[in-house]
């Protein structure tokens, strides 16, 4: 079964920092391309970084470029979030995402994480 | 980056209705585009990629087509299941953008 399982939410103090893991199975991790979208609590959807099978593109989206770093182990299966000088709208569940498609490129997202949540707040 | 759009924000309707949800991109995104259903606290489940093409296990009801800058989402014959939240995205470039989300609601 295709499955990815985040860990490492929880409260924080506006400035701190945080590192969510996403762990894989049921695939061959190293062949996708790896995204972490998150969920502001009662908002929509928003993108958050891209990362690609070999860890060699990496892509963010402004609200975080330059205080989040997305990272990818594939020899233990593993993609990682590093969240730095969080800010209070970086409150929200972060999903770990999988790409559809084997190939290069972007595509849609087909496999989601159960979501971890992250809370800054003093 | 590219804005989405989604009308409507809420729509009533009833067990057998059919429904369309529309999406409309700022610029063209060829068929670029998902479509995504969410239950409360649960993840988003893909239905629809490449605008109209069904993903594996999600029930011929759901249709999706449209390219270029306007999509829509259609459900033939409304289920007690499908009463959710459904966002459009676009994944024409590497910095992805969501709908604002539709809800789905009993009347």
């Known amino acids: 079964e295709v499955q990815l399982v985040e860990s490492g939410g929880g409260l924080v103090k506006p400035g701190g920092s945080l590192r969510l893991s996403c762990a894989a199975s049921?695939?061959?991790?190293?062949?996708?391309?790896m995204n972490w979208v998150r969920q502001a609590p009662g908002k929509g959807l928003e993108w958050v970084s891209f990362?690609?099978?070999?860890?060699?593109?990496?892509y963010y989206a402004d609200s975080v470029k330059g205080r989040f770093t997305i990272s990818r182990d594939n020899a233990k299966n593993s993609l990682f979030l590093q969240m730095n000088s969080l800010r209070a709208e970086d409150s929200a569940v972060y999903y770990c995402?999988?790409?559809?498609?084997?190939?290069?490129?972007?595509?849609?997202?087909?496999?989601w994480g159960q979501g971890t949540l992250v809370t800054v707040s003093s | 980056d590219i804005q989405m759009t989604q009308s409507p924000s809420t729509l009533s309707a009833s067990v057998g209705d059919r429904v369309t949800i529309t999406c409309r991109a700022s610029q063209s995104i060829s068929t670029w585009l998902a479509w995504y259903q969410q239950k409360p606290g649960k993840a988003p489940k893909l239905l629809i990629y490449e605008a109209s093409s069904l993903e594996d296990g999600v029930p011929s009801r759901f249709s999706g087509g449209g390219s270029g800058t306007e999509f829509t989402l259609t459900i033939s014959t409304l289920q007690p299941d499908d009463f959710a939240t459904y966002y459009c995205q676009q994944y024409n470039n590497y910095q992805y953008t969501f709908g604002q989300g539709t809800k789905l609601e009993i009347k």
């Open positions: 995402v999988k790409i559809r498609s084997v190939v290069a490129g972007t595509d849609a997202f087909d496999i």
């Open positions: 049921g695939f061959v991790f190293f062949n996708y391309n």
């Open positions: 990362i690609s099978g070999s860890g060699r593109y990496i």
